[in-house]
């Protein structure tokens, strides 16, 4: 019977918000987006793009995306399904062309 306001549950987890990120350091914001952008590059490779790329590169696809993009942009990638598995389908065919060039130099 108390006057404090419940949120629902899960209502903070969908993505970050602008004023929060403000308040962190580079480094941390970079974390902090890292977290929330892992997850949903998992679920596309276990699904979406199950065919195209490989789980365990999971981690470096998100690092990649860190990495090239801003704020602003990841926090639209968050938001935004399709645009996320467009950049994913990027990162994946960089990471074949680098390991196909790999490849290719121990040859």
Do not use: W
């Amino acid at each position: 019977r108390g006057s404090a306001q419940q949120q629902p549950a899960g209502a903070d987890a969908a993505a970050p918000s602008q004023p929060s990120l403000a308040d962190l350091s580079e480094k941390e914001r970079k974390q902090v987006l890292g977290e929330f952008l892992y997850p949903k590059i998992e679920e596309l490779l276990k699904g979406d793009l199950a065919s195209q790329g490989s789980l365990q590169d999971t981690g470096k696809i998100t690092g990649m995306l860190l990495e090239s993009l801003d704020h602003g942009e990841l926090l639209h990638l968050l938001e935004s399904p399709l645009e996320l598995t467009s950049r994913v389908e990027e990162a994946i065919n960089v990471l074949k062309e680098h390991y196909e060039a790999t490849q290719a130099a121990q040859q």
